[in-house]
């Protein structure tokens, strides 16, 4: 999979930011419709880049959902399994649930930015297996508190047992 390039922003012109890593999947009739469903896959072990996609089409095509999927890519804008490298999160500023199957991701400042703003205005989270260990971010970043050995006061363990409620 790895191979597969995703990038679907345009590339031309000079001086562009980082393109955006994500695919977009619009619902057109459901329960869904109306919704907007952002997931982030992006781990090493369990095909997150084959799974989210899938779950994604299926609850477009079927629920009317509009689902946006952001991925890990490498240098190249190819899928990369675990790579921190996303750009696409500002999605969730019109999400109406956050999808996480990722693992000790580091997201850019930018990127985290956005994951945070969703989680304190108290928006819904869904994360699957290793998402309870999805960040594994410096001491030193502002982002720190989301880390899964996280010592903040109020955030310990971080992201998986603050926001998901693993032990």
Do not use: W
């Amino acid at each position: 999979m790895k191979n597969t390039l995703i990038l679907l922003a345009s590339l031309t012109g000079a001086g562009l930011a980082q393109a955006d890593t994500s695919i977009v999947y619009e619902g057109d009739s459901g329960p869904g419709l109306g919704k907007h469903i952002v997931f982030l896959a992006s781990d090493h072990e369990y095909r997150t880049e084959q799974t989210s996609p899938a779950l994604a089409r299926i609850l477009a095509k079927r629920l009317g959902f509009k689902c946006t999927v952001v991925f890990g890519v490498d240098d190249n804008g190819f899928i990369e399994a675990g790579s921190s490298n996303v750009s696409g999160l500002k999605a969730l500023k019109q999400a109406d649930l956050f999808f996480i199957f990722a693992r000790f991701l580091n997201l850019p400042d930018d990127e985290m930015a956005h994951v945070e703003s969703y989680i304190e205005k108290g928006g819904p989270v869904v994360g699957l297996r290793t998402s309870s260990h999805a960040f594994q971010i410096p001491k030193d970043s502002k982002y720190a508190k989301y880390d899964f050995k996280s010592n903040v006061k109020g955030y310990e363990n971080g992201f998986g047992h603050q926001i998901l409620g693993t032990q």
